[in-house]
């Protein structure tokens, strides 16, 4: 059986679901429903045969900590699906929050609040910091991951301030799922 494509998003709100799912509706991505939810409501094993149930792809799953700074519902399911074999990690959108004390994660590049890519990190309100590195509360497991698969960093999907609202368009949660799929190389057939 061939390795089903996920982009992985390291928030699970109801607001970044609509986000996700109106972002996902425009590029031909399966938002999978079952992962919605603050914390993550399955856990890894769980999540992967939700997800190798899903005729279509690629499916975009969520995982959310619920703002806890240790290891959560969230990241011990994200392990999980970083490491199974019946799924081929296309990129990770990793999700800034304010919660302290953190790691965090090196990026790839990140998306602004009004879709641009950068370099550097963003925060919660998808502002540039001078920091490569973004902090979160369900990215530190993704350490060992960084240069392996794109990890792209983001504001608050679906708000930063309303500029990532459902009625714009989401801009931002869009260009961060096109950035992963570009940078995967992910063509559909």
């Given at each position: 059986m061939r390795a089903k494509p996920v982009i992985i998003v390291t928030d699970?709100?109801?607001?970044?679901?609509?986000?996700?799912?109106?972002?996902?509706?425009?590029?031909?991505?399966?938002?999978?429903?079952?992962?919605?939810?603050?914390?993550t409501p399955l856990n890894g094993h769980e999540l992967v045969k939700a997800i190798t149930r899903v005729p279509e792809e690629p499916v975009v799953v969520m995982v959310d900590d619920r703002g806890e700074a240790g290891t959560g519902a969230g990241e011990r399911a994200l392990e999980v699906l970083m490491n199974a074999p019946e799924l081929k990690v296309l990129g990770v959108i990793a999700v800034a929050a304010n919660t302290h004390p953190v790691?965090?994660?090196p990026i790839d590049s990140s998306v602004t609040d009004h879709g641009r890519i950068i370099s550097h990190a963003v925060d919660k309100e998808g502002h540039q910091v001078t920091s490569s590195r973004l902090y979160g509360d369900t990215v530190d497991v993704l350490e060992d991951d960084a240069g392996h698969v794109p990890i792209i960093g983001l504001g608050d999907p679906g708000k930063m301030h309303g500029n990532d609202s459902v009625e714009h368009g989401v801009p931002a949660t869009k260009r961060a799922l096109e950035e992963i799929l570009q940078r995967s190389g992910y063509h559909a057939s």
């Open positions: 699970g709100d109801n607001t970044a679901y609509e986000a996700l799912k109106a972002a996902s509706e425009s590029l031909n991505l399966y938002v999978l429903e079952e992962s919605k939810g603050n914390p790691d965090g994660v």
